[in-house]
């Protein structure tokens, strides 16, 4: 609205509020990000551009939302905020409302953070239009259309991904990073991006494929039965998960690899290994949201968990909470490439 009339969206915002009444204006788009407005605020925007506050709402279904710091009374009261869920800037080339150097954010949804049109990745990056080319990722863009058919047919397909992400970070630390399909695939990314493979490395991006792999084997109700069995005896589940898993992937050396892992590290991965922790609830008929938790105590090492930012957002997060952040915003603000002095 403010881009035909040259204004600043703090001088427009005050202008509609503008009255004989008490306007109230916290905070600015610099500081806060996402603009919520009190009732009566909303119905004096509804008001300047003349359509009914219901069908204002339906085609900005946020412009509704309520925030716990923002009082309901007369007067018009609007702050800019942190957005209350995940976002990223939208794909510049189908933005037809977006300045230079000033891109829409918007909330992507699970398994929006890739515009298939363009086959770029969308990043969280309030300063720029950012996002990732996947020319030169075509497993990217294979493993998206999975994830759009999970997204459709599972009614938990969120929480389903974000135990994958869980899964398959605790093997990366483990190890797995060295991976040669990994790191192929992490020298693909540096050279689109133009940063250190170093900074690309917590990248949600580079383990997307198996994780979405991992998810539909574990989301595939037939499996769940045939597992339970052997997980009841309290052996051959996590042989018989890892195999196949392994074989879906295409690293027939999986198996053995982990398994060889949980021998050496087996208290730590007890706690630590979503899958076990998946595995268990399975072997108990877990149903609902029992299949989809992992104890407290799983968290990625600081060296990862530094440097995937989750909005503003600064708390220790565990990993299950990390990978569903990672899986929506990218898990990395974009950097340049280390030059010398």
């Not at 093997?171 to 040669?180: A, H, L, R, Y």
């Not at 892992?261 to 087996?266: E, F, G, L, S, T």
Request: aromatic residues 6%; contains cysteine; positive net charge.
């Amino acid at each position: 609205m403010t881009a035909p009339y040259g204004l600043t969206a703090q001088d427009l915002l005050r202008g509609i509020l503008r009255g004989p009444h008490r306007v109230q204006v916290t905070g600015t788009p610099g500081t806060g990000l996402e603009l919520f407005l009190n009732a009566p605020a909303q119905t004096a925007v509804a008001r300047s551009v003349g359509l009914p506050l219901s069908r204002l709402t339906g085609l900005l279904p946020t412009l509704a939302a309520a925030h716990k710091r923002l009082v309901d009374d007369k007067v018009l009261r609007a702050a800019w905020y942190t957005p209350c869920e995940a976002w990223v800037s939208s794909c510049p080339a189908c933005g037809r409302a977006q300045l230079p150097e000033q891109p829409v954010l918007v909330y992507p949804g699970t398994a929006g953070q890739v515009c298939r049109r363009h086959r770029r990745w969308l990043l969280a990056d309030a300063s720029k239009p950012a996002s990732i080319a996947l020319e030169t990722l075509p497993e990217i863009l294979a493993a998206h259309r999975h994830h759009l058919a999970l997204m459709r047919t599972h009614p938990r397909a969120e929480q389903v991904v974000a135990l994958a992400a869980a899964a398959v970070w605790s093997w990366q630390v483990q190890g797995w990073k060295s991976e040669t399909v990994w790191q192929d695939r992490l020298r693909r990314l540096a050279a689109v991006t133009g940063c250190q493979p170093a900074a690309v490395e917590p990248h949600a991006l580079l383990t997307y494929p198996e994780t979405i792999t991992l998810a539909r084997l574990l989301s595939d109700p037939r499996w769940q039965q045939r597992l339970r069995e052997p997980a009841v005896r309290g052996a051959g589940a996590a042989g018989l998960l890892l195999q196949e898993l392994g074989r879906r992937v295409g690293r027939p050396w999986l198996a053995d690899w982990l398994s060889a892992q949980a021998r050496v590290y087996r208290r730590q991965a007890a706690l630590t290994d979503p899958l076990q922790q998946w595995l268990l609830a399975a072997a108990d008929g877990a149903d609902g949201d029992g299949l989809w938790t992992v104890h407290q105590a799983a968290s990625r090492p600081t060296e990862y968990s530094d440097r995937a930012s989750f909005l503003t957002d600064h708390r220790p997060l565990t990993v299950l909470d990390e990978a569903r952040a990672a899986s929506l915003t990218g898990g990395w603000e974009p950097a340049g490439a280390l030059t010398p002095a």
